[in-house]
């Protein structure tokens, strides 16, 4: 890109902090198709260096989960003429994260289907070595079909079912009925009892809402193509994997995975 990297880099900084790309436009002087553009590319090295540095690690505990987000417009309000648009509508983030060291092994963009499930899990394979560890999913039911499928005696797997109460008056249109219990469910291996638990993943879910603006609930900063939205996981991903300090370990969850010896500057991450 003609655009000079320092001038580059800030754009990626203020979008890993939650700025819309129009505020980063008006900060930068930087053109919004210009920043797409950048975030784009940046996305695409992301997914690269993910591939290429998250495979065949040893883990003890997994759990997966997935983020509901729309593109263009929410699945509910989509014209006859775009029911078969496969990107446009619900999209939804399947991630796989690493219960002590808070690595994103693998995450998937796609439908809330059989065929992204597969595909999702295929990805956690890839990046999980062949040491046996415990895997906890939610009860979401095509998990069974694809663990049996690509995970086949590498998993203790289990499943935390959530039974949800009856939606309160005047919180139906945007808040999600009241958890009124979590059943665990054993569905293969010896699992620990005590060790089902999806908090942490559900944890790296608030992480996104706060650092991605596309996904930041009731604003207009949604995405409007699917693959911006793809290259925004990308990057956010690669970020919290190899620069952002967790707050809980002191260094980055790439370097409690033993991935790297310091903490990445996003110039470090591009490659720059």
């Known amino acids: 890109m003609r655009l000079a990297p320092d001038r580059a880099l800030t754009a990626l900084q203020l979008l890993l902090e939650g700025m819309s790309i129009r505020s980063i436009e008006r900060v930068t002087d930087i053109h919004r198709d210009t920043i797409l553009k950048l ?6 090295r992301c ?9 065949n690690l040893d883990v003890t505990d997994v759990q997966a989960d997935e983020i509901w987000g729309y593109v263009f417009k929410k699945e509910g309000h989509k014209w006859n003429h775009e029911r078969e648009a496969e990107e446009i509508g619900d999209a939804y983030c399947f991630v796989g994260i690493e219960r002590n060291t ?10 809330r289907d059989a065929l992204n499930t597969d595909k999702f899990v295929y990805k956690l394979a890839l990046a999980t070595g062949r040491q046996r560890y415990q895997l906890t999913t939610d009860g979401w039911k095509a998990y069974v079909r694809a ?9 203790h797997f289990a499943q935390l079912v959530k039974v949800y109460g009856t939606s309160r008056d005047g919180e139906q249109r945007y808040s999600p009925a009241e958890v009124v219990d979590a059943v665990p469910m054993i569905v293969s291996g010896n699992p620990d009892r005590d060790k089902i638990c999806t908090s942490h993943v559900e944890r790296q879910n608030l992480s996104i809402r706060m650092g991605m603006r596309r996904m930041t609930r009731l604003t207009n900063g949604f ?7 793809e290259a925004s996981y990308a990057l956010w991903f690669a970020y919290y994997n190899f620069c952002r300090k967790h707050q809980t370990l002191r260094v980055t969850p790439a370097m409690e995975q033993g991935l790297t010896d310091h903490q990445w500057t996003v110039e470090e991450l591009m490659g720059v």
């Open 223 to 229: 995405s409007k193509k699917w693959a911006n939205l």
């Open 47 to 55: 997914q690269k260096l993910m591939r290429e540095r998250i495979q």
């Open 102 to 111: 808070k690595l994103v092994l693998a995450w998937h963009l796609g439908k």
């Open 147 to 155: 663990v049996e499928m690509f995970l086949p005696g590498r998993v």
């Open 39 to 44: 975030l784009v590319l940046a996305g695409e």
